[in-house]
Nanobody, 118 residues
Framework: QVQLVESGGGSVQAGGSLRLSCAAS?????MAWFRRAPGKEREGVAA???????NYADSVKDRFTISKDSATNTLTLQMNSLEPGDTAMYYC???????????????WGSGTQVTVSS
């Protein structure tokens, strides 16, 4: 069993930045960030493979950066130029299978709230 614990959410004004972190209990090959806004489906935001491949949703490309520190098993999402549309609960996910941005990962964190005001 893999435990994932997110941190770093909060409230920020449009144009601001936030940095999310996800601490994994063990090294795992594929990790991703998802988000769910009220009344909307869960959406894949960014995903990273241990060998370096990265995928972003079009809505966050050029604004968000995903990275992973393999020494500490910590996944990070740097979010810049935040918009009100980025308001959502953000979840960390992980698996031994490369699901890219599909919400089929086996392990999930409990989420951290991001709120962007205009």
């Amino acid at each position: 069993q893999v435990q994932l614990v997110e941190s770093g959410g909060g409230s920020v004004q449009a144009g601001g930045s936030l940095r999310l972190s996800c601490a994994a209990s063990t090294d795992i090959a594929y990790m991703a960030w998802f988000r769910r806004a009220p009344g909307k489906e869960r959406e894949g935001v960014a995903a990273i493979a241990s060998y370096g491949r990265i995928n972003y949703a079009d809505s966050v490309k050029d604004r968000f950066t995903i990275s992973k520190d393999s020494a500490t098993n910590t996944l990070t999402l740097q979010m810049n130029s935040l918009e009100p549309g980025d308001t959502a609960m953000y979840y960390c996910a992980a698996d031994w299978v490369w699901w890219i941005l599909l919400p089929k990962y086996k392990y999930w964190g409990s989420g951290t709230q991001v709120t962007v005001s205009s």
